[in-house]
């Protein structure tokens, strides 16, 4: 008799995404180097949206353009509960960013971030059950943080990919 492992069968919902304001750093990245850009972006971002005194409106998020391969064209950052303008005082690369409007579908994926593929799977796979076709970018809600919670078992990703 077979367990049924969660990870292996999100929990997919369909959602209407309103636009989100976002603050980001945005790079060509080799997969292997992911962690170490997203502490670099995160850092950078969070300083930048502290220096104009913006409120985030949500947890750290990654926005993945394209299909990964062994690079990735992704933008690490926060959403934000106003728009963000240009940082000064340097360049941090820090830029404005959207999160779009319009429908997609959301799996929360519990476990590490290497077992994230399975969760893009089923939700590709409903997509194609309901003869929708997926958009060119997906992004992730990191809702644990590897600091307070060193048990990669219990990480949440909230995924979510929009409906081209």
């Known amino acids: 008799m077979s367990e049924s492992n969660p990870e292996t069968t999100p929990d997919i919902k369909s959602t209407e995404l309103k636009e989100q304001p976002t603050a980001v750093v945005r790079e060509t990245v080799p997969m292997n180097a992911l962690r170490d850009f997203f502490g670099r972006a995160f850092r ?34 926060f ?31 519990i476990g590490p971030y290497d077992s994230l593929q399975q969760t893009y799977g089923a939700i590709l796979a409903r997509m194609q059950a309901e003869g929708v076709t997926p958009g060119d970018a997906m992004w992730e809600y ?8 060193p048990d990669p078992a219990k990480w949440q990703t909230l995924v979510v990919w929009p409906v081209a």
């Open 142 to 149: 990191y809702l644990s943080d590897p600091a307070t919670e």
């Open 79 to 109: 959403p934000l509960a106003a728009a963000f303008t240009r940082a000064g005082g340097g360049d941090t690369g820090v830029t404005a960013g959207t999160l779009p409007a319009g429908p997609a579908f959301e799996a929360m994926h």
């Open 44 to 77: 950078a971002v969070m300083g930048a949206v502290q220096q104009q005194h913006v409120q985030l409106a949500g947890p750290p998020f990654a926005l993945y353009r394209g299909m990964p391969t062994d690079v990735v064209d992704v933008e690490a950052g």
